[in-house]
């Protein structure tokens, strides 16, 4: 047996293989426990050091539980006992890399708190598999809905069908199943106040939309995925729809203001918006007839500008 550099640990382990061998069955020293298979992770993430909180608040829970570096393991389905152990065996394995990177450069890895997190994002989960994990709820750093295992072991469980139907949960709820989805995903698309991230992610569900509409045999799950899907896509699609015309609309009352006025400048690019909001003919009609003047005085006399027939 090759010896170690720690001799009383390796003397202990000889006693147990020696125990071991008395009642015979199968012993090995040094046994190899890398997988035949490799095993992938879903997600990794090491936050980058720009990223400012007041990004991360955007998304809510999600943003609290990306705020260090993590592996995230999703279950569109409820996970089993051994799919949640290979989840923390993916982790570990994470740790056993950055320990061996540590010994290279002599640094010493810290404490869990310090390390990347396993969050395992599930549909739903029942109360057996949790109570088989002893897992706790930890209130009030975190909402109804997310579980955590001992503190050394560093891993969280999300349960979606458990979270609240509050905006801060919605970038987790739109990962669930049927009328939670559902819901999670009207929401979304009806936001008014959109950041690019809200555009990137409907852009996915749109695709998302496509691919399982072109299918000619769909499995409950893609039917049901369908339904879901579909009214928000409509939503989107009447949205841009209507965001085309008015952009339109808006190049047209420029166009048309530089015609009549030559270039514009800061006082006459306020009627801009007025006009766009009013009928196509009316605002039309003010522009072929009104003088800049006119149109100046109205928006400063009443804060809009009104059809004046002539």
């Given amino acids: 047996m090759e010896m170690t550099r720690q001799p009383y640990d390796q003397y202990c382990k000889e006693c147990l293989l020696e125990i071991l061998h008395f009642f015979g069955g199968s012993s090995e020293a040094q046994r190899p426990i890398h997988p035949k298979e490799v095993y992938y992770a879903d997600i ?3 936050p980058p050091p720009s990223m400012s ?6 998304i809510g829970v999600l ?4 705020s260090t570096a993590c592996l995230i393991e999703y279950f569109w389905d409820p996970p089993s006992q051994v799919e949640v152990c290979v989840s923390l065996m993916k982790l570990f394995s994470w740790y056993s890399d950055l320990s061996r990177k540590g010994k290279k450069e002599k640094k010493r890895l810290g404490k869990t708190t310090h390390l990347p997190r396993l969050w395992i994002v599930a549909t739903s989960v029942p109360d057996a598999l949790l109570t088989s994990f002893d897992v ?21 469980i999300v349960v979606i069908d458990r979270l609240p139907a509050t905006l801060d949960t919605i ?14 995903i009207k929401t979304l698309a009806t936001l008014k106040d959109k950041e690019p991230l809200h555009s990137q992610v409907l852009d996915v569900l749109h695709k998302w939309h496509a691919d399982v509409l072109v299918q000619d045999d769909l499995t409950p799950k893609e039917e049901e995925l369908l339904m879901i899907l579909s009214p928000a896509y409509e939503e989107s699609r009447r ?11 808006h190049l047209v009352v420029e166009n048309m203001l530089k015609l009549r006025f030559g270039e514009i400048d ?6 801009i918006e007025p006009l766009v909001e009013m009928s196509p003919e009316n605002s039309l009609d003010l522009l072929m007839h009104l ?11 009443t804060g809009t500008i009104q059809l004046k027939r002539h």
Wanted: net charge positive; proline share 1%; glycine share 10%.
């Fill in 136 to 156: 706790k709820l930890r209130e009030p750093n975190w909402c109804k809905g997310i579980y955590f295992f001992g503190d050394a072991m560093n891993t969280g």
């Fill in 266 to 271: 800061n006082r006459l690019s306020q009627v």
């Fill in 171 to 184: 970038w987790l709820r739109i990962l669930g199943k049927g009328a939670i989805q559902e819901e999670a």
């Fill in 44 to 46: 990794s993430f090491e």
């Fill in 239 to 249: 949205k841009a729809i209507q965001q085309g015309i008015r952009e339109d609309r």
């Fill in 53 to 58: 909180q007041a990004d991360l608040k955007k």
């Fill in 63 to 66: 943003g609290n539980m990306i």
């Fill in 291 to 301: 003088s800049r003047e006119e149109l100046l005085a109205q928006l400063e006399q």
